[in-house]
């Protein structure tokens, strides 16, 4: 079967015709830019994944869903002559075959060697923690309730570790009516990019029903999310407006979004490119706070910068939470010979 490409889940936003204009609001213009913000360890290590790939390989290679949640990064990835597809069954057979940041389950796995793949797992390793963990409890006999969003890449792949034990939690009301077989054998685990506040209040109400429910050994909201959401949360307390760069699909970069009006952002967007800004956001707005989501990369957050100021938003002041230097070593296909270059504002 031909391979084809992923259709894009995100229509590109339609640009704004007219350059931003400079007008007068009570006070100073001011940008808050979050710090951290941007790529974080497990995507950085998926995006050169696919472009070691594609040096070591030659094009096509092919890559499973997204490779991260970034339209920008996915057509960047496809100049460079990556092919994106849903399901591995629209590979060539003996390809090379990259799965995405998110996770695979096992079946996918065995469906790519049953077809012959060469298979390259950039899972982010934070992903595959949970997988772990996941197949322990399961082994244990417990049932897990895995606190995530159906249907998203992450969640899939790591019910798909246990398929018979785990129950989805999709949010805090749901915590109020499922259904569980033993209540003294239950943990709860987690995709590793929601918001932390509203999850620890679906935890909080399993808890209120389940009082046995255990925690994860270790937390399962990564450190990338959480760094972002501490340093949104300081910028939103200060914005009138806050605009993060992100696609739709990214789940860390809407759960900016809604961080920001939970405190203090008198409003707050998502947008993929600077050119979707709209002048009427920064009505009367003197202060305006920047993040991005962990799959993002900088320079996106720089155009923005330039395009707000020409609106003549050009004093700029970093908020900075946390330091991050984490990196994460290639897959093993690729170790050999490879340098990771890292090094991009990546952390702990
Ligand atoms: Fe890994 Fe967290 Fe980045 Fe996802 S957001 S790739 S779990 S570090």
Redesign the pocket.
């Known amino acids: 079967m031909s391979a084809t490409a992923v259709s894009l889940p995100i229509p590109r936003v339609p640009v704004r015709r007219e350059p931003l204009v400079d007008r007068p609001v009570d006070g100073s213009k001011k940008v808050l830019l979050a710090a951290p913000r941007g790529y ?4 950085d290590r ?1 995006v050169v994944t696919v472009e070691k790939a594609l040096e070591r390989y030659g094009s096509p290679v092919y890559v499973r869903k997204q490779i ?1 949640h970034n339209i920008h990064v996915v057509r960047e990835l496809e100049d460079q002559g990556a092919i994106f597809v849903d399901e591995v069954d629209e590979v060539p057979e003996g390809a090379h075959v990259v799965f995405s ?2 996770g695979v389950s096992p079946a996918v796995v065995d469906a790519a060697a049953d077809r012959g793949l060469q298979a390259i797992d950039a899972t ?4 595959t923690k949970v997988h772990r963990e996941a197949k322990r409890f399961a082994r244990d006999d417990y049932q897990i309730l895995l606190v995530g969003h159906s249907g998203h890449e ?1 969640v899939e792949g790591t019910a798909g570790e246990a398929p018979g034990n785990v129950t989805i939690v999709n949010n805090p009301d749901e915590a109020d009516t499922i259904e569980v077989d033993d209540p003294s054998k239950l943990v709860w685990l987690s995709q ?2 929601l918001s932390v506040d509203e999850t620890m209040e679906t935890v909080d109400r399993l808890r209120a029903r389940f009082p046995d429910l255990q925690n994860p050994p270790s937390d399962d909201i ?4 959480q760094n972002r959401q501490v340093a949104i949360k300081k910028v939103a307390a200060e914005a009138d407006l806050v605009i993060v760069v992100g696609s739709a699909n990214s789940s ?1 970069s809407v759960r900016l979004v809604e961080v920001a009006l939970q405190h203090g952002a008198k409003a707050a967007y998502r947008i993929d490119y600077a050119d979707e800004v709209r002048q009427e956001w920064l009505d009367g707005v003197s202060t305006v706070g920047i993040t991005s989501g ?2 993002v990369p900088d320079v996106l957050v720089q155009e923005l910068m330039r395009e707000l100021a020409q609106a003549g938003y050009r004093d700029v002041e970093e908020v900075r939470t946390a330091e991050e230097d984490l990196m994460f070593s290639l897959p093993k296909e690729l170790r050999t010979g490879a340098h990771h270059r890292g090094g991009r504002g990546v952390a702990a």
């Open positions: 974080c360890a497990g995507v998926a991260v940041a998110h982010c390793p934070l992903v992450e590793t990019t990564c450190y990338a999310t860390n962990a799959s």
